[in-house]
């Protein structure tokens, strides 16, 4: 399977309120974010089979931008495990039940998502491998319970390549 983990795009400042956090949506950087990473995602024909993400409203949006920039159309998933009080048990039980499944997104948060990342690439240490900033997408190939990262994309990578492109094809020339 190739498991991919998003953590949500930018969603401004943390409410102290949990129930108004839990509503906290995307900000305007974050939408534009997702849908770069979900044309970037669509021009490496990358494709979903499943896209599951945490009950919260910003990780909720986060999935559909980027789904449905990648052409995915069926209902979005939505799974506790992968909520901010989510737990490692809660996460081997949501990938048991995609076990059989090729391409599956996964989006959540910190600090739960880069700990899964983590227990993943190296199950017997405690130290972090990979920070996961948001708006980041780590690729992972899982086969037999072992997992190998094949890529991380940070958002900051994405806009610079962005950046690079909408500039202007032509050289400047000196006018002496």
């Given at each position: 399977?190739?498991?991919?983990?998003?953590?949500?795009?930018?969603?401004?400042?943390?409410?102290?309120?949990?129930v108004l956090d839990h509503k906290r949506p995307l900000d305007k950087e974050g939408k534009q974010h997702c849908?770069?990473?979900?044309?970037?995602?669509?021009?490496?024909?990358?494709?979903?089979?499943?896209?599951?993400?945490?009950?919260?409203?910003?990780?909720?949006?986060?999935?559909?931008?980027?789904?449905?920039?990648?052409?995915?159309?069926?209902k979005i998933q939505l799974s506790q495990a992968l909520a901010p009080d989510g737990t490692w048990n809660d996460?081997?039980?949501?990938?048991?039940?995609?076990?059989?499944?090729?391409?599956?997104?996964?989006?959540?948060?910190?600090?739960?998502?880069?700990?899964?990342?983590?227990?993943?690439?190296?199950?017997?240490?405690?130290?972090?491998?990979?920070?996961?900033?948001?708006?980041?997408?780590?690729?992972?190939?899982?086969?037999?319970?072992?997992?190998?990262?094949?890529?991380?994309?940070?958002?900051?990578?994405?806009?610079?390549?962005q950046s690079k492109d909408t500039k202007r094809s032509r050289a400047k020339t000196s006018r002496k």
């Amino acid at each position: 399977m190739n498991l991919y983990l998003l953590r949500h795009g930018s969603a401004g400042q943390r409410k102290m309120n949990p129930v108004l956090d839990h509503k906290r949506p995307l900000d305007k950087e974050g939408k534009q974010h997702c849908i770069l990473l979900g044309r970037a995602l669509n021009s490496i024909k990358v494709q979903f089979d499943s896209v599951i993400s945490s009950p919260l409203k910003r990780a909720l949006q986060t999935a559909a931008l980027v789904g449905t920039e990648t052409g995915y159309e069926k209902k979005i998933q939505l799974s506790q495990a992968l909520a901010p009080d989510g737990t490692w048990n809660d996460f081997q039980r949501l990938l048991d039940s995609v076990a059989e499944q090729e391409e599956v997104l996964l989006v959540g948060h910190n600090p739960n998502l880069p700990v899964y990342l983590n227990r993943l690439l190296s199950p017997s240490t405690t130290s972090p491998i990979a920070r996961v900033r948001k708006g980041a997408i780590a690729a992972l190939t899982l086969q037999r319970g072992s997992a190998k990262l094949q890529w991380l994309l940070d958002p900051r990578l994405l806009r610079a390549i962005q950046s690079k492109d909408t500039k202007r094809s032509r050289a400047k020339t000196s006018r002496k």
